[in-house]
T-cell receptor, first 113, second 113 residues
Framework: GNSVTQMEGPVTLSEEAFLTINCTYTATGYPSLFWYVQYPGEGLQLLLKATKADDKGSNKGFEATYRKETTSFHLEKGSVQVSDSAVYFCALTRGGATNKLIFGTGTLLAVQP | EAGVAQSPRYKIIEKRQSVAFWCNPISGHATLYWYQQILGQGPKLLIQFQNNGVVDDSQLPKDRFSAERLKGVDSTLKIQPAKLEDSAVYLC???????????FGSGTQLSVL
């Protein structure tokens, strides 16, 4: 079946450090891939997405590239800030009638000043 | 624009009691989702509505969970009777006509004692 696997957290970094959160997926065909972010006390919100192979999604300094050959969609940011502290969820959807989002387990990022 | 509204924010009940959660989606959004997020796991889709019809309820434990979306606007999710394993955050989300970008509410945190 369709699934998403994320690196386990928590990930603890100092401000201005480089961030990578790994995400790999299993799906038939060509899923769309997403990163959602959940800041403390808030709802999940879409961070970025990519809908086909080699697409790069970007937002707020974060980037992720859809790699079909490695079935990966790793999240990166060159210089993290304290305000980036949150839980990050990788997700996919296979489209179709329901367009159901399937989430990974989430990775907690804690950025220290 | 107003976001997805959910209530209550927190709920504590004893096992075998019943509980109901309410969700008001973003105005004009045809698709409404209920997700269950157990601590340490990613959100799992319970039920998806398109207007007031059910599109996907394959992971809804129908012996104890029920949901309705009258008039295709707000929705109620009910659990009766609750079990200890139902302790989770219940997230409501909406999107325009099943679009790939979901807008999430802040969730209802349920504790079953």
């Amino acid at each position: 079946g369709n699934s998403v696997t994320q690196m386990e957290g928590p990930v603890t970094l100092s401000e201005e450090a480089f961030l990578t959160i790994n995400c790999t997926y299993t799906a038939t065909g060509y899923p769309s891939l997403f990163w959602y972010v959940q800041y403390p006390g808030e709802g999940l919100q879409l961070l970025l997405k990519a809908t086909k192979a080699d697409d790069k999604g970007s937002n707020k300094g974060f980037e992720a590239t859809y790699r079909k050959e490695t079935t990966s969609f790793h999240l990166e940011k060159g210089s993290v800030q304290v305000s980036d502290s949150a839980v990050y969820f990788c997700a996919l959807t296979r489209g179709g009638a329901t367009n159901k989002l399937i989430f990974g387990t989430g990775t907690l990022l804690a950025v220290q000043p | 624009e107003a976001g997805v509204a959910q209530s209550p924010r927190y709920k504590i009940i004893e096992k075998r009691q019943s509980v109901a959660f309410w969700c008001n989606p973003i105005s004009g959004h045809a698709t409404l989702y209920w997700y269950q997020q157990i601590l340490g796991q990613g959100p799992k889709l319970l039920i998806q509505f398109q207007n007031n019809g059910v599109v996907d309820d394959s992971q809804l434990p129908k012996d104890r969970f029920s949901a309705e979306r009258l008039k295709g606007v707000d929705s109620t999710l009910k659990i009766q009777p609750a079990k200890l394993e139902d302790s989770a955050v219940y997230l409501c989300a909406s999107s325009p006509r099943g679009g790939e970008k979901l807008f999430f509410g802040s969730g209802t945190q349920l504790s079953v004692l």
